[in-house]
Nanobody
Framework: QVQLQESGPGLVKPSQTLSLTCTVS??????????WTWVRQPPGKAVEWIGH???????RYTPSLKRHTSISRDTSKNQFTLQLSSVTPEDTAVYYC???????????????WGQGTQVTVSS
């Protein structure tokens, strides 16, 4: 059974960098052909896809956040990390790490999810 667990600060100041780590157990992040993905849900809004890192290390980001987003991984720890720079209050959301079974899978097809972590951007 694959399990994902997000970790990171719950409060970030505006203009700072948000950094969240997802620790994966029960399966390797280098196993083909999964895409390890970050999504978020702002209060009262729909889930938003942020980006992914593939089993081979390729990354892709949503265009609106691309300039501020970086997803990396540590295969020795079976973790992948989201960094979102220059945050504003609009980045306040519940952030989830999840596994997509393919590059073209839709969010409702993602098969394993972390429990989610609330991040608030406020001074």
């Amino acid at each position: 059974q694959v399990q994902l667990q997000e970790s990171g600060p719950g409060l970030v100041k505006p203009s700072q960098t948000l950094s969240l780590t997802c620790t994966v157990s029960g399966g390797s992040i280098t196993t083909a052909s999964y895409y390890w993905t970050w999504v978020r849900q702002p209060p009262g809004k729909a889930v938003e896809w942020i980006g992914h890192i593939s089993y081979s290390g390729d990354t892709r980001y949503t265009p609106s956040l691309k300039r501020h987003t970086s997803i990396s991984r540590d295969t020795s720890k079976n973790q992948f990390t989201l960094q979102l720079s220059s945050v504003t209050p609009e980045d306040t959301a519940v952030y989830y790490c999840t596994r997509a079974p393919s590059r073209v899978a839709t969010i409702n097809e993602y098969d394993y999810w972390g429990q989610g972590t609330q991040v608030t951007v406020s001074s």
